[in-house]
């Protein structure tokens, strides 16, 4: 599928607001009709392979990559909407390398700690895609960011927990830096940076708040990181593809 449906602000506006803070914004980038057939189709995927759970231990993430994901998702991950931005924030030649569907419901209720994700794949600086499959508030468990830390490596410990985020940034590290609240609505996404710090809040009032974050890097830089066999180029080149 490819969209022609406009994105909001400027090139240097996107750029501006991404290389400042670590994210940016899109509103409405889609439609909330599409985002809710989005979160019935990955439903379905989920519950045919068993991967939807009433453990409240459960951490809520399932990882696809681009090779093994569903068709219908892998073309939207280079619908024109959001390529556009990325090219913007990463110029001409994009790959897209996996996508995560993660969800908070009655049973899945913990907030994520904060955390970089560059530390789960190291290498080369990626950008990453968080969509609202459904209103996201503080009370269901929205994102927090620290605009302007990614600019820097934060000092990590490793620790081991049920639900996942092996690596993560104590609150010691993030004490008095100005946090942001990310409330979105279904059909907005949330660009990010892979160093920009950030958390989630628990999920208090038990309603769903589903995501799909997809993430993507620059072709044209080489990247050392193994976590990825196939990625996919979505636009331009990539030398990281043979």
Sequence with gaps: MVSNRPVPDSVADVAEAFNRDGFYIAKGLYPAEEILDWKARIIDVLDAGGHISRDP???????FMADVLDPFFRERMKDDCVVSVLNRIIGPNVEFLSVKS???NKFTRFGSPWHQDWYYWKGANKISVWIALDDATPGNGCLKMIAGSHFKRFKVKQVRAQNGFGWRIGNEEVAGLPETTLAVNRGDAVFFH????????????????????STYRDGSERDESTVWKHPMVVTGESVNVG
């Excluded at 231990?57 to 990882?63: D, F, K």
């Excluded at 710090?197 to 769903?208: E, I, K, V």
């Design 194 to 213: 892979d160093q920009t710090l950030h958390s989630s809040y628990p999920n208090t009032t038990g309603a769903d708040r589903w995501s799909f974050i």
């Design 57 to 63: 231990t459960s951490t809520g993430v399932h990882v």
């Design 102 to 104: 993660v969800y908070k």
